[in-house]
């Protein structure tokens, strides 16, 4: 029964068209705070790839209190994971939609959230790369969101805790972007896409970890 069961969750989560961070797996739920929670996300491509988000639906972090608590949060979480993995890298496609549209939807949902790799390879030298006109570079990530609300889509890099790179993406970029810059680091390119390699018993085994990570349980 439990393989059906488990069969059943992964065809779901893979069919979804809707916002999954309004509607997020409980199996996958690490830690939920009061505005804010953490959950283990599939296509694991690092040990504990996390995703951080708004409990409540949101087009953007629009005030600066929003801005400033969500940073708290996140640097919170991401300082557990960095003194567990030696290091943890920090993703934003900011301004990008999250569903696919179906026929009873008429907008995009965009649900602001940061992806956490531990344990990554850096990928800062690779966005430059990408970006032949360089990013806008702050000392925190509340200065880098204050600065993306005013851009159509974009990109925010931090290899650090101490350094967060904003790359303009007016024209908008392909879908798990962020993602394609760690799987090009680690040699497998194909894994940028989570559709394709869920791993869901990894990211299952990954939010039991966090789960106790975050508690201080480990």
Same mark, same amino acid.
């Given at each position: 029964?439990?393989?059906?069961?488990?069969?059943?969750?992964?065809?779901?989560?893979?069919?979804?068209?809707?916002?999954?961070? %309004?509607?997020?797996?409980?199996? =996958? +739920?690490?830690?939920?705070?009061?505005?804010?929670? *953490?959950? @283990?996300?599939?296509?694991? /491509?690092?040990?504990?790839?996390?995703?951080?988000?708004?409990?409540?639906?949101?087009?953007?972090?629009?005030?600066?209190?929003?801005?400033?608590?969500?940073?708290?949060?996140?640097?919170?979480?991401?300082?557990?994971?960095?003194?567990?993995?030696?290091?943890?890298?920090?993703?934003?496609?900011?301004?990008?939609?999250?569903?696919?549209?179906?026929?009873?939807?008429?907008?995009? %949902?965009?649900?602001?959230?940061? =992806? +956490?790799?531990?344990?990554?390879?850096?990928?800062? *030298?690779? @966005?430059?790369?990408?970006? /032949?006109?360089?990013?806008?570079?702050?000392?925190?990530?509340?200065?880098?969101?204050?600065?993306?609300?005013?851009?159509?889509?974009?990109?925010?890099?931090?290899?650090?805790?101490?350094?967060?790179?904003?790359?303009?993406?007016?024209?908008?970029?392909?879908?798990?972007?962020?993602?394609?810059?760690?799987?090009?680091?680690?040699?497998?390119?194909?894994?940028?896409?989570?559709?394709?390699?869920?791993?869901?018993?990894?990211?299952?085994?990954?939010?039991?970890?966090?789960?106790?990570?975050?508690?201080?349980?480990?």
């Amino acid at each position: 029964m439990t393989d059906q069961t488990d069969s059943h969750f992964v065809t779901a989560e893979l069919e979804r068209t809707d916002c999954f961070l %309004c509607r997020p797996a409980a199996r =996958l +739920l690490a830690d939920i705070d009061n505005d804010f929670f *953490t959950m @283990a996300g599939l296509g694991p /491509l690092s040990p504990c790839y996390a995703i951080i988000a708004t409990i409540r639906h949101l087009d953007q972090l629009g005030d600066v209190s929003a801005i400033d608590n969500f940073s708290h949060y996140v640097e919170r979480i991401r300082h557990t994971l960095t003194e567990r993995f030696g290091s943890c890298r920090l993703t934003e496609h900011g301004h990008s939609p999250l569903c696919t549209l179906a026929n009873s939807q008429t907008v995009h %949902c965009f649900h602001p959230h940061v =992806l +956490l790799f531990p344990g990554a390879p850096a990928i800062q *030298t690779s @966005a430059n790369q990408h970006f /032949l006109s360089g990013g806008v570079v702050f000392d925190s990530l509340a200065e880098a969101l204050k600065y993306g609300r005013d851009l159509d889509q974009y990109l925010l890099v931090s290899d650090t805790p101490t350094s967060f790179s904003v790359y303009s993406a007016a024209g908008g970029l392909p879908r798990q972007f962020a993602r394609a810059l760690i799987a090009e680091q680690i040699g497998d390119i194909e894994r940028a896409s989570w559709r394709d390699f869920p791993g869901i018993a990894t990211a299952e085994e990954n939010a039991e970890f966090l789960r106790a990570l975050i508690r201080g349980d480990s």
